[in-house]
């Protein structure tokens, strides 16, 4: 499985942006797609998790009610719309896919996202 994330960027405080990990290579196993962050200094935190067949999601308390996971199976794709966003919402965001064993196998090679205040 091979991920590609995309989407990151410099927005102020309050601004929006949407990320992007496109799945190649998806098996079986496949369950879901989950999204971290890491900031600097910072361990890797979880922030959303959507899974492949119903789109079920799961989000960090810090982010519920700002960001929005989603998916286009057709296109082996899932998104993380984020809105609201703060400064510290700074980080590299990664995607990676959840095997239905519930690991996390396989990761995107990060896209940096900066809030300025």
């Known amino acids: 499985v091979q991920l590609q994330a995309s989407g990151g960027g410099l927005v102020q405080a309050g601004g929006s942006l949407r990320l992007s990990c496109a799945a190649s290579?998806?098996?079986?196993?496949?369950?879901?797609m989950g999204w971290f962050r890491q900031a600097p200094g910072k361990e890797r935190e979880f922030v959303a998790l959507i899974s492949w067949n119903v789109g079920n999601t799961y989000y960090a308390d810090f982010v519920k009610g700002r960001f929005t996971a989603s998916r286009d199976n057709a296109k082996n794709t899932v998104y993380l719309q984020m809105n609201s966003l703060k400064p510290e919402d700074t980080a590299v965001y990664y995607c990676?896919?959840?095997?239905?064993?519930?690991?996390?196998?396989?990761w995107g090679q990060g896209t940096q996202v900066t809030i300025s205040s």
């Open positions: 290579g998806r098996t079986v196993s496949s369950y879901a």
């Open positions: 990676a896919h959840a095997t239905m064993a519930g690991q996390y196998d396989y």
